[in-house]
């Protein structure tokens, strides 16, 4: 069974960069074909997918999104890191790690419970 748990700071200041950590349990980030993913999900809104890094380390973004985004990941402890640099209030959503694959088409299928940042001075 695969498990994903978000960490990281619940509030961050407009301009500051927003960093969130998904660890990963019960399976390799790196076995082939799967993807990690950030979903967010801003109040009163729908789900908005931020971007994944991939079992071969390359990396795919929303190009909507209005703040700079990467996402990068640390094999030795089977996690993955999302920053969204010079955020703005906009950026307040529940934030969520999942696993992606493809099959007839892409879906998520394992999801950590989220977690609230809100973007705030």
């Known amino acids: 069974q695969v498990q994903l748990q978000e960490s990281g700071p619940g509030l961050v200041k407009p301009s500051q960069t927003l960093s969130l950590t998904c660890t990963v349990s019960?399976?390799?980030?790196?076995?082939?074909?799967?993807?990690w993913s950030w979903i967010r999900q801003p109040p009163g809104k729908g789900l908005e997918w931020i971007g994944y890094?991939?079992?071969?380390?390359?990396?795919y973004y929303n190009p909507s999104l209005k703040s700079p985004t990467s996402i990068s990941r640390d094999t030795s402890k089977n996690q993955f890191t999302l920053q969204l640099s010079s955020v703005i209030p906009e950026d307040t959503a529940v934030y969520y790690c999942?696993?992606?694959?493809?099959?007839?088409?892409?879906?998520?299928?394992?999801w950590g419970h989220g977690t609230q940042v809100t973007v705030s001075s």
């Open positions: 999942a696993r992606e694959r493809y099959g007839d088409s892409w879906y998520l299928d394992y």
């Open positions: 019960g399976g390799s980030i790196t076995t082939n074909y799967y993807y």
């Open positions: 890094i991939a079992y071969s380390g390359g990396t």
